[in-house]
């Protein structure tokens, strides 16, 4: 069906036609022949049945959720991570403040200054998580891959704040130590193989 | 031979006048020839050689930024020769540049990036061997050579338009550096110019390092309000942090293309109050205004403060004290009356284009850097001849001063004189006057002034030559005992010869409020209300208020600058108390708003009517100052009689001289925590010697019925036996001559 046909508003013409509606009943006797019209037709039956057939086959779909979580994609874009360096363990986010930029619902803040060791330093950072839309621009300019995405959807709280906290969002020194964190490989990651498709500068020394 | 020469660039017919280049004339027409080195205020560094074009029938490259065009020559600015070559260069600036972008404070600022886009260099074809560099920690300035590319700009205006002439490039191929001139570290006056033509991330403010991108920044345009230079600046604001969301300045700009700015301007920005209202305080200061019999105030006010102040005086009937403004509008007035003319004629313009200038009465590197950098322009630029007579020589005007006239402290009537003497000789001036000059006695004031006659006939054979000369009076004169003589002479120097006439007001709106406030003679009765002044009661912006007022980087406003400049000040900061004219409105006034008495200040003083939201404040891309209005030309009555000359006073002994140390102005800039705060007494090894005091020494000065207690500090740099006393925080006196008798006496 062509569009201009949607676009017609003009009902007389086209393949427009009434539907076929009984009359309502008016009086009691009409009404009543109704209901046992409609009870009577056997359609019960076939919804009974099916939940008859599944509870004899015992194969079940419904995860016991929170007790079973469905496994997420890698791109799902939940609460925001911070991530640490697999050399030294330390923060990646070098204060660029390019997520700050980028960000659409202007919902990310920070403080930098410089540090004893004269580098800039991030010493403070929230992101409301109010306005967050959870675009994921943030992961995707970020040059260090600091912050990403991580698989964490359940922001259910008394208090928003709960979630926005930057000790909250780093990756715990335990789980460096195990050597478990995990790399976001959603939109703005590294691909695969792409240490080989760098092009190197020539440095001839 | 014709001064204006015609060509064509991308076949568009355009003039230039003479001496103008080639990139001059393709920026005056729109045309864009890209650069890395040039800036307009300075001549051409000619460094980066990204400026190149083709001019007909030469061949090779020309450099637009320093050559001349010739009659009717073709000039192209775009090809595709020209292009590779600017990519190329593009790429040699790129090698080895610290890809640091993320945490460099100049990224989205910055040139080397912008360029780098423009000309798409994605990849390098070239390299060299990467060396270890140290970043250098100058004070307020840091230098990271690894981010430097060489383009010599601070060099060239430290050089050219501010005169420290503190930094110089270490050549050495690729392992050139910028490094402090015969220095260990870093000597100079912190005007921090050098960080803002640094089209890189190399030379930054230490105090602004990594707290801000330049993109979160809001900008502000306001005028500088520490002197009466006026210069113009930006104010940059972001909120104070995450927890704080109440703004603060993170740091100053200017249009460095054309303009300069001190490291007061730069760096003491923070002089910003902070108050709630208190309706019990401010009953308590419309009461104190109502019973007062006089208001004390300091010229570090809006023009429209002034004239509500003026208002008042008229409605409730009490005295205005403002000693420096009534100095300085008794000396204008005394100009006035010979010159017949209210304001003086020169402009911070006319002394950069002059080629000769007398200063007389200022230590002007520290009184007002704007006539020091105009100066700095004048020498560097045309080669000006600069007499620069003062009792005291300054280490930073030695290498703009062409001739240090050395004059007795208080002899300032006798070398004004003597000056007019030497430039009226030969000129055709009326019967009175000529009389006067026949009846000096030369002998006598040369001798007591200490200039002899050879050096006036040096001055004038050296301005043999000048086209543009000034005449620059300084604050030293306002408080003279014979202030109104040494007014009238400037006015006849200015009347009969070539040279206009420049006078630094003291503070930054100096000009304005004598112009605006009849001021009377503070007579030191009880009963005064202060603002920004010791008084009974104190309303003020600084600390130990009754009431707290907004500073002026918290209010809008008007300030009349050196050029007889009406400059916009606006609001950089938020201020949350009450202000003057919630004062004035309590006590009958009806305004809702300060800036609304911007169009009624007085058209008989030169103000016109223009709404203050009607006032501009940018430069023009060609430098075209269109900020606020002149004031206009004011005829009055000349009917001043010059008056003979008094005795020249003695000052033996110990003798100490009001001056600020670099970078500070008054008691706003005493409150910054960013610049150096010295307030020692400074004095020369022969001073030392005369009051027995050695450096280090905490001493008692005592002087006009005051004393102080400063720590002696000895200056290798200064000679003879004046010491410099500070007076930023607020211990002397604008109605006393700078030059004061005192004693020293050591702390034990």
Not at chain 2, 196 to 214: E, H, M, Q, R, W
Not at chain 2, 232 to 256: A, C, G, M, Q, W
Not at chain 2, 467 to 477: E, I
Request: aromatic share 8%; with cysteine.
């Amino acid at each position: 069906m062509k569009m201009e046909a949607f676009n017609n508003r003009n009902v007389t013409e086209g393949d427009y036609y009434l539907v076929d509606i009984e009359d309502y009943p008016t009086d009691g006797w009409g009404k009543f022949k109704r209901v046992v019209k409609r009870s009577f037709r056997g359609e019960l039956f076939v919804g009974l049945w099916v939940v008859l057939r599944e509870m004899i086959r015992f194969d079940i779909h419904t995860i016991q959720y929170p007790q079973e979580k469905m496994p997420i994609g890698p791109r799902y874009r939940a609460i925001h991570e911070m991530k640490r360096l697999w050399e030294s363990d330390t923060e990646r986010c070098i204060g660029c403040g390019l997520c700050e930029k980028i960000c659409i619902s202007d919902c990310i803040r920070m403080d930098t200054r410089i540090d004893e060791e004269s580098r800039k330093e991030v010493s403070e950072y929230t992101i409301n998580l109010g306005r967050c839309i959870f675009c994921g621009y943030c992961a995707e300019v970020c040059p260090e891959l600091a912050i990403t995405h991580g698989g964490n959807y359940e922001n259910a709280s008394d208090q928003r704040e709960h979630f926005v906290d930057y000790e909250y969002m780093l990756t715990p020194l335990d789980t460096m130590k195990a050597n478990a964190q995990k790399e976001f490989e959603g939109f703005g990651a590294i691909t695969p193989h792409e240490d080989e498709r760098v092009k190197k500068t020539p440095l001839s020394y | 031979m014709s001064k204006i020469i015609q060509f064509k660039i991308d076949g568009k017919d355009v003039t230039a006048q003479k001496g103008e280049t080639i990139l001059q004339v393709a920026r005056k027409n729109d045309i864009y020839i890209p650069t890395m080195c040039y800036i307009s205020k300075t001549s051409p560094c000619a460094s980066c050689r990204m400026c190149v074009v083709e001019a007909e029938g030469v061949e090779g490259f020309v450099l637009s930024c320093n050559t001349p065009p010739t009659e009717g020559i073709n000039i192209t600015t775009n090809n595709q020769e020209l292009e590779l070559e600017r990519t190329n260069i593009m790429k040699l600036y790129d090698v080895n540049h610290p890809l640091e972008c993320g945490v460099c404070d100049k990224s989205g600022e910055c040139d080397l990036q912008n360029k780098t886009l423009e000309f798409n260099v994605a990849q390098q074809n070239f390299s060299a061997r990467d060396q270890a560099r140290k970043i250098e920690d100058w004070g307020l300035i840091n230098y990271d050579p690894a981010l430097c590319i060489m383009c010599e700009k601070c060099t060239h205006v430290c050089n050219e338009v501010i005169g420290d002439d503190a930094i110089d490039v270490k050549f050495g191929g690729y392992g050139s550096t910028i490094i402090p001139k015969n220095a260990e570290t870093l000597d100079c006056t912190f005007c921090g110019e050098c960080i803002a033509v640094c089209p890189v991330g190399a030379l930054i403010s230490s105090d602004f390092k990594y707290t801000a991108n330049a993109w979160e920044l809001s900008r502000v345009p306001s005028t500088c309000a520490h002197c009466s230079a006026g210069c113009s600046l930006e104010y940059e604001t972001k909120n104070t942090s995450i927890d704080n969301r109440v703004d603060s300045i993170y740091r100053v700009k200017n249009n460095f293309e054309f303009t300069s700015l001190c490291g007061a301007g730069r760096f003491a920005f923070d002089f910003n109050n902070s108050a709630q209202k208190s309706q019990e305080d401010f009953n308590k200061a419309v009461e104190a205004l109502q019973n007062a019999d006089a208001i004390r105030f300091s010229s570090i006010i809006t023009n429209e403060e002034a004239h509500i102040l003026h208002l008042l005086k008229e409605k409730l009937g009490v005295k205005l004290f403002n000693e420096d403004a009534r100095l300085y509008a008794s000396f204008m007035k005394a100009y006035s009356s010979v010159s017949g003319k209210l304001h003086h004629s020169a402009t911070l313009d006319a002394l950069k284009q002059a080629d000769a200038v007398v200063v007389i009465g200022s230590r002007v590197a520290t009184d007002n850097p704007g006539v020091r950098y105009a100066l700095t322009t004048a020498s560097r630029h045309n080669g000006a001849k600069i007499v620069y007579a003062h009792p005291m020589e300054d280490t930073l005007m030695q290498n703009t001063a062409t001739q240090f006239m050395k004059y007795e402290a208080g002899s300032e009537e006798g070398v004004m004189a003597l000056l007019a003497n030497e430039l009226l000789k030969d000129v055709d001036v009326d019967e009175q006057t000529r009389a006067f000059l026949d009846n000096l006695d030369l002998g006598y004031l040369e001798a007591e002034s200490n200039v002899g006659d050879e050096e006036f006939t040096a001055m004038h054979k050296s301005f043999a030559r000048a086209q543009n000369k000034v005449l620059v009076l300084g604050s030293d004169l306002f408080a003279h005992d014979r202030a109104q003589n040494i007014a009238k002479l400037g006015a006849i120097i200015e009347k009969y010869t070539e040279f206009s006439l420049l006078i630094i007001p003291s503070e930054v709106n100096t000009l304005g409020v004598s112009l605006l406030c009849d001021l009377d003679i503070d007579e030191n009765i009880g009963n005064v209300v202060g603002y920004n002044t010791p008084g009974e009661f104190i309303i003020s912006s600084l600390d130990d208020a009754d009431l707290a007022m907004p500073a002026l980087n918290q209010q809008e406003g008007t300030v009349v600058s050196i050029d007889n400049r009406v400059l916009p000040l606006n609001v950089a900061l938020p201020f949350d108390g009450y202000n003057l004219n919630d004062l004035a409105n309590a006590l009958g006034l009806e305004k809702q708003y300060t800036i609304e008495y911007t169009a009624e200040l007085d058209k008989k003083l030169g103000f016109n009517a223009t709404e203050f939201d009607a006032l501009e404040n940018f430069l023009s891309t060609q430098g075209e100052d269109i900020r606020g209005y002149l004031l206009d030309e004011v005829a009055c009555e000349s009917d001043g009689i010059l008056e003979e000359i008094a005795d020249l006073p003695e000052f033996n002994g110990t003798v100490i001289y009001n001056s600020n140390p670099v970078l500070q102005f008054n008691a706003f800039t005493n409150r910054s925590e960013h610049i150096e705060r010295d307030t020692t007494l400074r004095g020369s090894a022969q001073f030392s010697a005369a009051a027995r005091i050695a450096d280090g020494d905490t001493v008692e000065i005592s002087f006009d019925g005051k004393t102080v207690q400063r720590v002696f500090k000895l200056d290798p740099e200064l000679k003879g036996t004046i010491a410099l006393n500070p007076t930023f925080d607020d211990v002397a006196d604008a109605s006393s001559y700078k030059f004061l008798k005192s004693k020293i006496m050591r702390v034990v």
